[in-house]
């Protein structure tokens, strides 16, 4: 298998040469990358991490039933 004979020519692992493959795929894929700006959640007020951790889930799934 041309895998094998590469990880052992190389000295790289089989998953490592997997992923680079994978990354140089992405790198000249002709698809444009999407970049999604983060939600920003403004209460006014301090919010605990479980809080903002079910605020931002609501948010998902309420972007997620719009598609």
Do not use: N
Request: charged share 30%.
């Amino acid at each position: 298998m041309r895998l094998d004979a590469e990880a052992a020519a190389t000295g790289v692992s089989k998953a490592e040469l997997m992923r680079r493959g994978i990354a140089m795929l992405l790198e000249h894929s002709a698809r444009p990358r999407q970049s999604r700006a983060l939600p920003v959640l403004d209460s006014g007020r301090a919010l605990t991490a479980e809080v903002l951790d079910d605020a931002l889930y609501q948010h998902i799934k309420e972007r997620a039933a719009r598609r």
